[in-house]
């Protein structure tokens, strides 16, 4: 049954259209529908427009009416494009040695990094990374992320991956945002693993795809490519493999060195994420590629490190999108929009930029058509601030939070009823 919709008047609405996935944008091209309304066709979007509009069609439809009083900005409902929030445990002990002098790969080779997350993550049963998930997912969102994609990464064997891929799927069907699964057992070599790297993976790809396929789990296989991790040579096969079964790739690429944007390139892979350390020939690789660089100013912040080059990126024509990385070592913070305003003022991004790298840019880096934009037939996902004019969210760089925060045409999060 048809069921139709009209919310508004927004004061200002940010549809996010017209606007290519490459390249700058300068705040003069942002497109502004002002007093406007939205009528939703079963949590799609029928039509968007002027409110008056958009009244005498709802009239004409008998649609529900959700009238707001007072001013609102309205903005397509956030994606984060690159979390690990399916993990147990914490890693402040890290943050502490980390800002008393040691570097992130010096506390991984003494015991702490990525690999205690894998212990207490084996620890936890698939019900309490659920759980944890559901719990950080739900903060996301009010937020305004409304779609996060979700990484495994810390189970580093089959049946621990699984249980993680497990786990994000029992969470997203108890989260109202949508959560996109993505294979990281190409995270690191498991410590406890005795056989090289390219064993490793071999074994993974040969009895852990097989079940991600058969259970539907993710289409997404992401890799680690540096010293510590997998080099170009061990990640290979693997992705070949990956691609050959119609996995999207996906790279933790030039984080602290060089070389992972080289094998984004070489496998097509949807999006290079990291890119801090990339030099000027990274830079145009890239952005003469499709592959979608995806900052992660979050872990910038938690490492204490610079940003990823995300100026230079839009300038040589790059597609960017900018993600929380929301995990226990690197980003703790995971505050999208806070990362997302600090990086654009460091690296001197219009408001245009920043908000298309959290909305449409971020979902072509997850292949998903059907959001970050305001339009006939997109989903109904809506971020909303109390305020009338748009610039006053990223001028707060975060403090400034939605009022409310619609996915699919629902009302999931209203700041006045907590
Ligand atoms: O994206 N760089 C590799 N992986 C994560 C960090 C994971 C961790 O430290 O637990 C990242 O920063
Ligand atoms: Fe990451």
Excluded at 24 to 36: G, M, N, Q, S, W
Excluded at 91 to 111: F, H
Excluded at 139 to 155: D, M, W
Aim: hydrophobic share 40%.
């Amino acid at each position: 049954m048809k069921r139709y919709t009209l919310i508004g008047p927004f004061t200002q609405l940010l549809p996010m259209t017209g606007l290519a996935v490459n390249g700058p944008i300068p705040d003069a091209d942002l497109p502004l529908v002002e007093d406007a309304g939205v009528l939703l066709e079963n949590g799609i979007i029928h039509s968007l427009g002027r409110y008056t509009e958009m009244l005498s069609l709802a009239n004409d439809l008998k649609a529900e009416k959700m009238e707001l009083e007072g001013n609102h900005s309205c903005f397509p409902g956030f994606v984060d494009a690159h979390t690990h929030i399916c993990f147990a445990g914490s890693r402040a002990r890290d943050y502490a040695l980390r800002n008393a002098g040691k570097s992130y790969l010096e506390i991984a080779k003494a015991g702490g990094g990525i690999w205690d997350t894998v212990t207490q993550t084996r620890k936890a049963s698939r019900e309490d990374l659920a759980a944890g998930i559901i719990k950080r997912a739900k903060r996301h969102l009010k937020n305004g992320v409304t779609t996060l994609e979700v990484k495994s990464g810390y189970g580093l064997s089959v049946d621990e991956e699984l249980k993680m891929l497990r786990a994000i799927g029992d969470a997203n069907k108890e989260t109202p945002s949508d959560l996109i699964a993505t294979c990281l057992a190409a995270h690191m070599v498991p410590r406890d693993y005795e056989g090289t790297p390219s064993a490793y993976l071999e074994e993974m790809a040969q009895t852990l795809f097989p079940v991600l396929k058969a259970e539907g789990l993710t289409n997404r296989v992401d890799a680690f490519i540096e010293e510590g991790a997998f080099s170009q040579a061990d990640i290979a096969p693997y992705f070949e493999q990956a691609k050959a079964m119609g996995f999207d790739i996906t790279v933790h690429a030039d984080q602290f060195s060089t070389g992972g944007s080289e094998v984004a390139l070489a496998h097509g892979a949807v999006s290079a994420d990291h890119l801090e350390a990339s030099t000027n020939k990274e830079i145009h690789l890239l952005a003469q590629s499709e592959v979608i660089a995806t900052a992660l100013p979050g872990a910038s912040l938690g490492l204490g490190c610079n940003f990823t080059p995300a100026r230079k990126i839009l300038d040589a024509g790059g597609a960017l999108a900018i993600a929380s990385d929301h995990n226990p070592g690197s980003a703790p913070m995971g505050d999208l929009l806070t990362q997302a305003t600090v990086l654009g003022a460091f690296e001197k991004l219009t408001n245009a930029e920043v908000l298309a790298g959290i909305t449409f840019r971020a979902a072509a880096a997850l292949k998903l058509s059907d959001r970050g934009k305001l339009a006939k037939g997109f989903l109904a996902d809506f971020s909303v601030f109390h305020t009338k004019d748009y610039r006053e969210v990223l001028y707060h760089q975060g403090a400034f939070k939605p009022c409310s925060v619609w996915k699919a045409g629902k009302l999931i999060f209203d700041k006045h009823k907590g």
